[in-house]
């Protein structure tokens, strides 16, 4: 129902006259020198009001910090249309909402340009978060099937006026006094086609008031709050600067008490000059003394700075009483949830004054337009509850409905925001079913249902240890999205790219690793107690169990579950905590160093190679592009973080195991023998030992990086235990003190030494376990080989591959100069990161938490091919070993270097053996003889490197006839 003759498409305040809106809306008085004045004007002008908010969100960086954290906090979080019934027409309108919100919200298309969208206009709207309220200009269009907004073009709130009367758009009734009138333009605003004082059409313009108080429409600004903070601070900073100019103390200039006002002054200038020239002449009547300073203030400065002004900013904004203040209270447990606590408040607050501007300026009038009246419009809505994990509730409401528990139709429609449902609300009956016994056995364990049962139970618990994990770092991806994207913006404002190669260009990223710490913590915590929980109750019969709940949950959610349960007692608990968060700050710490380095190192490469700060944005904004946890990978936190927290459950199980020994005293090791399970483990399974056998001094998993292996417990052996060959598909033969030393597998002899990665030692203690398999994993990663290292100077690089191709014209032979070059240039030309095609039978591969789709970042399809498919790595093996691997072939002076003109392009092979590049301890199971490297001379990058075979490469040496061998 769109009617077309509505004059609603026009802008009233013209884009053209917005330098003239932008000098009269800032063309304030203000007194900084004062700060009471402002103070007191603060109380009741909200026009010089948005002046000074404006000033200080651009020029304090904490106040600026903390509204971007708070304003993604709330764009973060998931978006939907609900319809307002069950209706199919509900649906529909429901639908058409959804999809003009996010297709039609859009002026791409549109002849004017640009490119305005949807989550921008809800950034702009969440500025009267901190300002009390934001104002902007609706471009309504005609799409021919549908009115839709175009764009909304913010204003500054300095134009706008909300006064019933005349006087009130001046400066009475405002903060003091509530404006609650209709929009209007201030007096004195003119070349906007409007009379002064004269009402706006509503309809026309968006208004967000933040929480208005008695209905005032200026809303309650966040930075009123915050003033005194910010102000105090950039005072200090004003006087500490004087001190620093002052250098080593005051200069002082004596003369005769007989001096004229002449030789005063002349006395005054001669202690200015030597305080700020570096020579000076003065009169011998003069004696000059410089007057040490004392004022040691340079401590005070910065904890009046840091941890008061904005410590203060911080907590009022965020609401933080732990990162902000972490000396309060020694970090504990109880700040900690207080923290969340109001971090969510503030959450939900934004987001409801957010739902509520969005659906009555923008929702209801896209209905009314298009249909008509109705009498239940669809609601734009924001998921901004993040306590209730619904996939874990469904799985509890399920249990309790089997149990035969009466469920109310309202708690499941509320829960799951399903439609509305009829006045006689009812319960939800369970079916009939036979009675189920639930109860468990009084004493004993039958052995037979206990090796029955294994398996599944196993299973189960590997799941849920997965799970657990994946929670975790689902928590953890915002924080690197946070991250990637402050540092992006932050080398987008760089004038100069070499700043971003000093320390101090990432004294930014430091309130990131802080919030990466905590939630480690959290998940090392959890993963203990998971580990405790699946073990508790009477010893032997927990396994038998039916524990349905899922641990792919938020690691603080399920602690308090762990808590609730009663895993462990109050004091080992928080003597756990404690431990978990001093492991948590190495892990942070390492992957701290490990972003740092490279980023600083991507940087460097492109101002050695020369390329432009805009290539460099470009590659950092497509390592985050549309990933977000996925990409944890790139600079090893899922690999340490899921090593780390692999330990943690390790060390919870082996402590429940020992506390049982007596009642099931024998163990066994399972692996989760699929596509994944490395040959050395999957031999393994099966291995039963007495609990104090030596071999689980060693062999306790996880044994080695992302082993999913476990251990179970029995009362005895298993009945025709084999323990030559446990698993029965791999024989095993023993050493000396009876520890399983090799392994038959198939055609090859498998090595058990697992002393690169041992497992869980007996009686370990969280913190230690887990700081030593940090350890191990620093000390397995090899350092990427670099170029100065090697005595390769890159020089030229830009030249490189016009040289490669006039080299292959002329179809010469290179010199040793020329050859070196090309070796300088493949040293450091990127991997290609292009999304490819994947074959369809490689789809659904998986391998360091990355699982290959229809298309594929480059880079993570040959890591995933080369280790999990063709298995020519070794598992453990990241992309930057992989990267490493593959240019160390350009160090080898014998390697052989070739250039091919083929469909597509011009290309670069290196070939050499594979066992002279690859270390034995990275090699899979079943390497291949040699390895190549195919560098792309017309796009620059590296686009392939693999092993091959001799008979491969007889098929790639076909092509003689076109490459032309440099040596």
């Known amino acids: 129902m769109v009617d077309r003759d509505q004059k609603i498409f026009n802008e009233v305040m013209p884009s053209d006259l917005m330098g003239s809106y932008f000098n009269y809306a800032y063309n304030l008085p203000m007194a900084m020198d004062n700060p009471s004045v402002i103070w007191e004007q603060l109380r009741w002008n909200p026009w010089l009001s948005m002046a000074v908010f404006d000033d200080m969100s651009i020029k304090d960086a904490a106040i600026a910090s903390a509204l971007s954290t708070r304003i993604n906090g709330v764009l973060a979080k998931s978006r939907t249309v609900l319809p307002a019934g069950e209706k199919r027409q509900d649906a529909k309108l429901a639908e058409f909402i959804d999809e003009t919100l996010n ?36 471009i309504w269009a005609d799409g021919g099937d549908r009115i839709f907004v175009r764009d909304v073009k913010f204003k500054p709130q300095h134009l706008f006026s909300f006064g019933d009367t005349g006087a009130a758009s001046y400066s009475a009734n405002t903060y003091l006094y509530p404006q609650t009138g209709a929009l209007k333009l201030r007096d004195g605003i003119g070349g906007a ?186 609601v734009w809505t924001i998921k901004y509850n993040p306590q209730q994990d619904l996939s874990s509730t469904s799985v509890w409401l399920a249990r309790l409905w089997e149990m035969g528990l009466p469920v109310k139709k309202s708690y499941v429609y509320n829960t799951f925001q399903l439609p509305e449902v009829a006045a006689d609300d009812e319960d939800i009956l369970p079916p009939p079913s036979e009675s189920k016994d639930l109860s468990l056995p009084a004493s004993g364990v039958d052995s037979a249902s206990f090796a029955e049962s294994k398996k599944k139970d196993t299973e189960r618990q590997i799941r849920e240890q997965v799970e657990l994990e994946n929670g975790t770092l689902q928590e953890v991806a915002p ?67 039916d524990l349905t709940t899922s641990f792919d949950l938020p690691s603080r959610e399920a602690i308090d579950f762990f808590r609730g349960k009663r895993v462990v007692d109050a004091q080992e608990f928080y003597a756990l905590n404690a431990q978990a968060r001093a492991a948590s700050f190495t892990v942070s710490g390492i992957y701290k160093t ?38 944890l990978g790139d600079f090893h936190l899922e690999t340490v973080a899921r090593v780390s927290m692999q330990q943690a459950y390790g060390t919870g199980r082996r402590r429940a195991l020992e506390s049982s020994s007596v009642l099931l005293p024998f163990w066994t090791y399972n692996a989760v023998l699929d596509d994944r399970t490395r040959a050395q483990h999957a031999a393994l399974d099966g291995a039963t030992f007495a609990f104090d056998h030596p071999f689980w001094e060693t062999y306790f998993p996880p044994i080695g990086f992302n082993c999913r292996c476990t251990v179970t417990a029995s009362p005895a052996m298993p009945d025709g ?39 869980i030692a007996p009686q370990s203690r969280l913190q230690d376990t887990i700081d030593s398999a940090v350890q191990r994993a620093v000390a397995a990663r090899q350092t990427k080989p670099h170029a100065s290292v ?42 290609s990161r292009n999304q490819i095609n994947v074959k369809t039978v490689e789809r659904g591969k998986s391998y360091a938490g990355y699982t290959l ?11 995933v091919k080369r280790v999990e498919i063709e298995k020519q790595w070794a598992y453990g093996t990241g992309w930057q070993d992989f990267l490493d691997d593959l240019r160390r072939l350009l160090y080898l002076p014998n390697a052989r270097i070739g250039i091919v003109e083929r469909r597509g392009g011009m290309l670069v092979y290196v ?12 090699l899979g199971i079943t390497p291949a003889d040699n390895m190549f490297l195919v560098y792309s001379v017309y796009d620059d990058i590296l686009i392939t490197g693999y092993q091959f075979s001799d008979v491969e490469e007889a098929r790639v040496l076909q092509l003689a006839n076109n490459i032309l061998w440099l040596n």
């Open 790 to 831: 090697l005595g390769i100077t890159p020089q030229n690089h830009a030249a490189t591959p016009a040289m490669v191709q006039a080299i292959y014209a002329a179809r010469r032979t290179a010199t040793e100069t020329e050859i070196r070059q090309i070796r300088e240039h493949l040293a450091v030309a990127p991997f």
């Open 193 to 378: 086609g409007i009379a002064d004082n004269q009402a706006l059409p509503e309809a026309k313009f968006f208004v967000h008031s933040y929480r208005p108080r008695y209905s005032n429409r200026w809303g309650s600004p966040l930075l009123r709050e915050v003033f005194w903070a910010s102000w105090f601070k950039r005072a200090a900073a004003k006087q500490w600067l004087k001190y620093l100019e002052k250098g080593s103390g005051s200069v002082v200039a004596r003369y005769n008490d007989g001096a004229s006002a002449a030789e005063q002054a002349r006395a005054l200038e001669a202690a200015l000059a030597v305080n700020e020239e570096s020579a000076v002449a003065l009169p011998t009547k003069f004696q000059l003394d410089v007057l040490d300073s004392v004022r040691n203030i340079g401590d005070a400065h910065k904890a009046f700075v840091g941890e008061f002004c904005d410590a203060e900013i911080a907590r009022v904004i965020l609401g933080q009483t732990l990162t902000s203040r972490g000396s309060e209270g020694g970090g504990s447990r109880a700040l900690g949830e207080v923290h969340n606590e109001v971090r969510g408040e503030k959450i939900e607050a934004d987001a409801k004054s957010l739902m509520l501007a969005v659906n009555t300026r923008i929702v209801f009038p896209l209905v009314m337009l298009n249909f008509g009246a109705i009498k239940r419009p669809p």
């Open 594 to 631: 490990d972003v740092r380095e490279a980023f600083k190192e991507e940087i460097a490469t492109a101002l050695e190679i020369g390329r432009t700060q805009r290539d460099v944005v470009a590659n950092f904004k497509s390592i985050l592009d549309g990933k977000g946890h996925k990409r």
């Open 721 to 759: 235990y084999d323990k030559d060959n446990p698993s029965g598909k791999a024989p095993i033969v023993y050493n000396s003190k009876g520890i399983p030393a090799k392994a038959e597998v198939g055609t090859s002899v498998v090595d058990l030494n697992v002393e690169k990665f041992p497992g």
């Open 103 to 138: 297709s039609y919200f859009d002026s791409s298309n549109d002849s004017a340009g640009g490119n305005f969208g949807f989550d921008n206009f809800l950034v702009e709207a969440l500025h009267a978060v901190p300002m009390g309220v934001a104002i902007g200009e609706i």
């Open 479 to 545: 924080i690197y999205d946070g991250m990637m994207r402050d540092f992006i913006e932050r080398l987008e404002s760089l004038d100069d790219l070499r700043a971003a190669t000093q320390d101090e260009f990432y004294s930014s990223l430091e309130t990131a690793f802080n919030q990466l710490s905590e939630l480690l913590a959290d998940g090392l915590l959890a993963a203990y107690l998971l580990a405790m929980y699946q073990l508790q109750s009477a010893p032997g019969i927990a396994e038998f169990a």
């Open 853 to 863: 789709g229809a298309r594929e970042d480059s880079l993570i399809y040959h890591l």
């Open 911 to 922: 070939v050499h053996r594979t066992r002279t590049v690859v270390a034995a301890s990275r």
